[in-house]
């Protein structure tokens, strides 16, 4: 099982950037899949996570309005568009899967990041002012 994420850089406050992570060696489709990041001396911490089907998303407050989280089960992909992007923006994100299937699962789980099973080495987005 491997999780690769993507599309990390540099950028300037305000512009935005697209992070892909693609699963292999599984079918996540029936799972939750979730975006966490951190940064330099803080601990890792909950961005987006979004349901088996897509249709249940859930993000954190720093980011409500800003990131939208998606997925394609077909490529057993899952995506996060970041928009207005702002220094305090800046960590190195993660993808994470958790393998308990269902909205039920996702209702109680998806925010705690000792709930996921598999995770990605993570990319780096830096936010310059």
């Known amino acids: 099982v491997q999780l690769v994420e993507s599309g990390g850089g540099l950028v300037q406050a305000g512009d935005s950037l697209r992070l892909s992570c693609a699963a292999s060696g599984r079918t996540f489709s029936s799972y939750t899949m979730g975006w966490f990041r951190q940064a330099p001396g803080k601990e890792r911490e909950f961005v987006a996570a979004?349901?088996?089907?897509?249709?249940?998303?859930y993000y954190a407050d720093s980011v409500k309005g800003r990131f939208t989280i998606s997925r394609d089960n077909a490529k057993n992909t899952v995506y996060l568009q970041m928009n207005s992007l702002k220094p305090e923006d800046t960590a190195v994100y993660y993808c994470a899967v958790d393998t308990c299937s269902g909205d039920g699962c996702f209702v109680v789980r998806a925010k705690r990041r000792g709930e996921y099973d598999y995770w990605g080495q993570g990319t780096q987005v830096t936010v310059s002012s």
């Open positions: 979004i349901s088996w089907s897509g249709g249940l998303q």
